[in-house]
């Protein structure tokens, strides 16, 4: 029953952040804080598990924020003038996201490992699973918000 009122607890906050993020899309860090704390919740970790683990997920959180911020300042913003670029110039952005990318799938595969190497495997698959439960849920409550006519429009 302890746990039931736990779920609850973070399901309702949850659903209370997505609101707030609805309203506020720059507020990252109550975002990420709300995300941890689903996070905690979902994957259920011991004390020594969460002192090993925390860590080596913001470090890869950090790796790839860095990452992100740097290929919009790479590329992103050239892409939205894509027709002012030579065939060169595309071709030079276009290698240089597939070395982004690569570089994202790297960071991935390294924190998995590690992720697997402190926590057991299934609460390594567990952890997948409830990233994208969450991003699922924060997507469902803004569209909630913003009425499901606006996902129709171009």
Same mark, same amino acid.
């Given at each position: 029953m302890n746990r039931l009122k736990k779920i609850i607890a973070t399901m309702v906050l949850l659903l209370a952040s997505a609101q707030f993020y609805a309203q506020r899309p720059h507020d990252y860090a109550k975002i990420k804080s709300l995300k941890i704390a689903f996070l905690t919740e979902r994957l259920n970790l011991n004390s020594k598990e969460a002192q090993a683990f925390w860590p080596i997920y913001n470090e890869y959180e950090n790796s790839r924020s860095v990452l992100r911020e740097k290929e919009h300042n790479q590329i992103r913003n050239k892409v939205e003038e894509s027709e002012k670029l030579s065939e060169k110039e595309a071709n030079e952005i276009v290698e240089l996201f597939l070395e982004f990318e690569q570089e994202e799938e790297d960071i991935r595969k390294d924190f998995i490992k590690k992720a =697997?190497?402190?926590? #057991? =495997? &299934? &609460? #390594? $698959? $567990?952890l997948l699973r409830s990233e994208n439960d969450f991003k699922r849920q924060l997507i469902k409550k803004y569209h909630q918000k913003h009425g499901e006519s606006n996902r129709n429009e171009p």
């Open positions: =697997a190497g402190v926590i #057991t =495997a &299934k &609460k #390594t $698959l $567990l």
